[in-house]
T-cell receptor, first 114, second 112 residues
Framework: AQSVTQLGSHVSVSEGALVLLRCNYS??????LFWYVQYPNQGLQLLLK??????LVKGINGFEAEFKKSETSFHLTKPSAHMSDAAEYFC????????????FGTGTSLTVIP | EAGVTQFPSHSVIEKGQTVTLRCDPI?????LYWYRRVMGKEIKFLLH????????ESGMPNNRFLAERTGGTYSTLKVQPAELEDSGVYFC??????????FGPGTRLTVT
């Protein structure tokens, strides 16, 4: 069965500290993986995507994620948190063979403490 | 380039009423998707259009939900009659390919 698990529905970090949001996946085929961010009253914005090329993926706003097949993980990191990073983050998975629906995690709400 | 737009942004209706949500995809995107997020849960797939044809509607919860895509452009999702458990945020996404989807802001539906 296909599934995405995000550990920690709420994460708080201090401004300037490392941001680490965890995502693990389960898929019967090599997946495509994505991180989306949703700011208050806005839609889902694509942060970055993994589509079987480089395992370390860089995205917008200084975020990056590393695909680790052995750990079935795709954790999102940012070296130094900014106040503007406060938002909800979603990990999502797509299957290259079926090509339609994305499977989402339950989301992680990030709070940045000044 | 205009993004995916959805109307209305919020809708509050009573149980038993009908509501129609609309999605306008990015121009030129043949693929259109509907998803729903019930409070606190994951965003779940409802269905997928390729142009005007339903490619996959395996996520539609029951026959109270009807989706259409007129002429391969905008899409509507009708809920009739609405039940309390239909409350949530309905997202629309469009894509030119199978490995990236662009999402709209969502419609928050509250059924009272």
């Amino acid at each position: 069965a296909q599934s995405v698990t995000q550990l920690g529905s709420h994460v708080s970090v201090s401004e300037g500290a490392l941001v680490l949001l965890r995502c693990n996946y389960s898929s019967s085929v090599p997946p495509y993986l994505f991180w989306y961010v949703q700011y208050p009253n806005q839609g889902l914005q694509l942060l970055l995507k993994y589509t079987s090329a480089a395992t370390l993926v860089k995205g917008i706003n200084g975020f990056e994620a590393e695909f680790k097949k052995s750990e079935t993980s795709f954790h999102l990191t940012k070296p130094s948190a900014h106040m503007s990073d406060a938002a909800e983050y979603f990990c999502a998975m797509g299957r290259p063979d079926t090509g339609n629906q994305f499977y989402f995690g339950t989301g992680t709400s990030l709070t940045v403490i000044p | 380039e205009a993004g995916v737009t959805q109307f209305p942004s919020h809708s509050v209706i009573e149980k038993g009423q009908t509501v129609t949500l609309r999605c306008d995809p990015i121009s030129g995107h043949d693929n259109l998707y509907w998803y729903r997020r019930v409070m606190g849960k994951e965003i779940k797939f409802l269905l997928h259009f390729v142009k005007e044809s339903k490619q996959d509607e395996s996520g539609m919860p029951n026959n109270r939900f009807l989706a259409e895509r007129t002429g391969g452009t905008y899409s509507t999702l009708k809920v009739q009659p609405a039940e309390l458990e239909d409350s949530g945020v309905y997202f629309c996404a469009s894509s030119p390919t199978y490995y990236e989807q662009y999402f709209g802001p969502g419609t928050r539906l509250t059924v009272t």
